[in-house]
């Protein structure tokens, strides 16, 4: 009996919307321990050991950090990519009324960090390129956080922040492959395309089996890899051309992100966490955070986000290009907007792209850290604060 218990716990954790936030967390804990540890060199060794093998014009070994890094993360992009996709299509995008509050507090979020994070380092040449740091949204720990609150806030601001990640992810993605992208090889980018021309006429054609598009997708995945645009753009690419509907039967594009849903939160993201977060702490750390590099990235998240969010949000609802999700106040979209400033995993990854030196790397990554942290709290504790408030106005009414 205590058995059966324990499974259904077990059962129920993995099912709630916070269960992916929580096991990121602990992933995040467990990775500066071992950076700050005895096990922090055979870690790394792990993480620079090749995989893979070259077989004549066929290049396929790699260390493992960049298998995690470009392969595992491709797999989370084309993940992203099929959610874009069903919001645009049947979603809280499919519309203009719907899209606009969303769309507009995504580009707010996505402005202001970026043009903070630019007033402090476009004079330097080696911070200038992250400029793309604090624009993300990681949306697996602001829902997770979100999720903690449950009925202390209303169901309209969990689908509204859920749209918004999305547009701030689809933003990420195009920011990465025209900005962060190296020197071109159009060879490849050629081949990638015929292939992705190959997927759209699968789609026309009506072909609704899944490996007729995954399989050339992999091949995709291999030379977009080598045509010098991120690898993980490819994921994207194949969502784009994956059959859907607007109707309620399952259709392989939902059938897909069904299947990827638990294994990306579950694994992949965790695993992403765990290798990427491995900060090893000195004290000339904590005086990066009052540099450029620093402030640029904690102002942008911590202040940017939310700002930029409430700013377009109020903007979009005075000219009545849009309204509030139901039983919303303003209170509740400055909650949503600090949440927003929780970057962490795409913030990360951009961090990585845009810094070559391992220095650089991890003031970035603390810095994220630092300001992911205090904008999750204080967006916590601002929503339920104004739950408590209004319980007791109701109460005393």
């Not at 890094?69 to 519309?95: H, P, Q, T, Y």
């Not at 990640?165 to 990638?192: H, M, P, Q, T």
């Not at 909650?335 to 961090?351: K, N």
Request: charged residues 10%; proline residues 3%.
């Amino acid at each position: 009996m205590a058995k059966l218990i324990n499974l259904k716990i077990f059962s129920h954790f993995f099912r709630s919307s916070s269960a992916g936030g929580i096991i990121l967390l602990i992933c995040v804990v467990i990775s500066l321990f071992i950076a700050n540890s005895g096990w922090s060199d055979g870690f790394k060794e792990i993480l620079n050991l090749d995989l893979g093998f070259n077989a004549g014009a066929l290049h396929l070994r790699y260390p493992v950090l960049l298998w995690i890094n470009d392969g595992l993360m491709a797999i989370f992009f084309l993940l992203v990519g099929l959610e874009i996709k069903r919001e645009i299509i049947e979603g809280e995008l499919s519309s203009f009324s719907q899209a606009a509050l969303p769309v507009l507090a995504a580009v707010g979020g996505v402005l202001v960090p970026a043009l903070i994070y630019a007033f402090f380092n476009s004079g330097d040449p080696l911070t200038a390129k992250g400029w793309g740091i604090p624009m993300a949204t990681d949306i697996a720990f602001a829902l997770g956080i979100l999720s903690l609150l449950g009925s202390k806030v209303p169901s309209g601001l969990k689908i509204f922040l859920a749209a918004l990640a999305i547009v701030d992810d689809l933003i990420a993605i195009l920011v990465i492959a025209i900005f962060y992208s190296s020197e071109l090889n159009f060879l490849y980018l050629g081949y990638a395309g015929a292939l992705f021309v190959l997927l759209i006429i699968f789609n026309r054609m009506g072909i609704k089996n899944l490996l007729f598009y995954l399989i050339p997708g992999a091949v995709i995945w291999y030379f977009i890899h080598h045509s010098g645009i991120h690898a993980t753009i490819a994921g994207v690419l194949v969502a784009m051309t994956i059959p859907t509907n607007e109707e309620d039967t399952d259709s392989p594009l939902e059938k897909l992100e069904h299947t990827l849903t638990r294994p990306v939160n579950f694994i992949i993201m965790p695993i992403f966490a765990l290798v990427n977060t491995n900060i090893t702490f000195e004290s000339a750390m904590i005086e990066g955070l009052a540099s450029n590099l620093g402030l640029g990235i904690i102002l942008g998240l911590f202040l940017g986000k939310p700002i930029g969010i409430f700013i377009m949000s109020w903007l979009s609802v005075k000219l009545k290009i849009a309204a509030l999700p139901e039983s919303t106040s303003w209170i509740h979209v400055l909650g949503l907007g600090l949440l927003g400033g929780i970057g962490f995993t795409m913030s990360i990854f951009i961090a990585l792209l845009s810094f070559q030196d391992i220095l650089h790397q991890n003031e970035a990554k603390f810095a994220i850290l630092i300001a992911s942290t205090i904008a999750g709290i204080s967006g916590f504790c601002i929503l339920s604060l104004y739950n408590k408030k209004q319980k007791k106005t109701f109460q005393e009414n």
